[in-house]
């Protein structure tokens, strides 16, 4: 089980970056066509769909690590605890949050019958869940949490 789940962190924390590139990249996009008032080709659609399905992939991850890693207990006094409270209530709400936001916006555009409410439909919700996964991801300056770049 160990090296499963070490196998699984590896994955989990190199996915991100793809996850974040595709995400970053949607929402520049989208903002651009939505401030433009461009029009909405089918590499947009492609693009909102193929980050909706990375960011979704990486969630599958996450969930699994929640089950399984050391890091998330739930015991008395765990909430005084930064690491624990962390990957068991912060990080997993916040993911969570951000991963209903992207399904949101992403099935939003689809029922949009304007290009640039298709666009503004998938830039604010991708926006926010940006700022949620930004503020989420347990980066390697937050010591307390033991995390690494990769």
Same mark, same amino acid.
């Given at each position: 089980? &160990?090296?499963?789940?070490?196998? /699984?962190?590896?994955? +989990?924390?190199?996915?991100?970056?793809?996850?974040? %590139?595709?995400?970053?990249?949607?929402?520049?996009?989208?903002?651009?066509?939505?401030?433009?008032?461009?029009?909405?080709? &089918?590499?947009?659609?492609?693009?909102?769909?193929?980050?909706?399905?990375?960011? +979704?992939?990486?969630? /599958? !991850?996450?969930?699994? /690590? #929640?089950?399984?890693?050391?890091?998330?207990? !739930?015991?008395?006094?765990?909430?005084?605890?930064?690491? #624990?409270?962390?990957?068991?209530?912060?990080?997993?709400?916040?993911?969570?949050?951000?991963?209903?936001?992207?399904? %949101?916006? +992403?099935?939003?555009?689809?029922?949009? &019958?304007?290009?640039?409410?298709? !666009?503004?439909?998938?830039?604010?919700? #991708?926006?926010?869940?940006?700022?949620? %996964?930004?503020?989420?991801? *347990?980066? *390697? !300056?937050?010591?307390?949490?033991?995390?690494?770049?990769?």
């Amino acid at each position: 089980m &160990e090296t499963f789940n070490r196998i /699984l962190v590896s994955s +989990h924390s190199g996915w991100r970056w793809i996850v974040l %590139i595709l995400l970053v990249v949607a929402v520049v996009k989208m903002h651009a066509g939505w401030k433009g008032k461009k029009t909405f080709t &089918e590499g947009s659609r492609k693009l909102a769909l193929f980050t909706m399905i990375a960011f +979704h992939l990486q969630f /599958l !991850f996450g969930w699994i /690590l #929640y089950f399984t890693s050391s890091k998330v207990d !739930f015991f008395d006094g765990m909430m005084k605890d930064a690491l #624990y409270r962390f990957f068991t209530v912060e990080h997993s709400l916040m993911m969570t949050i951000a991963m209903v936001l992207i399904t %949101i916006g +992403h099935a939003k555009s689809k029922k949009k &019958e304007n290009d640039t409410a298709k !666009f503004k439909a998938i830039a604010v919700f #991708y926006t926010i869940a940006l700022v949620l %996964i930004l503020a989420a991801i *347990p980066w *390697p !300056f937050r010591t307390v949490l033991g995390a690494g770049w990769f």
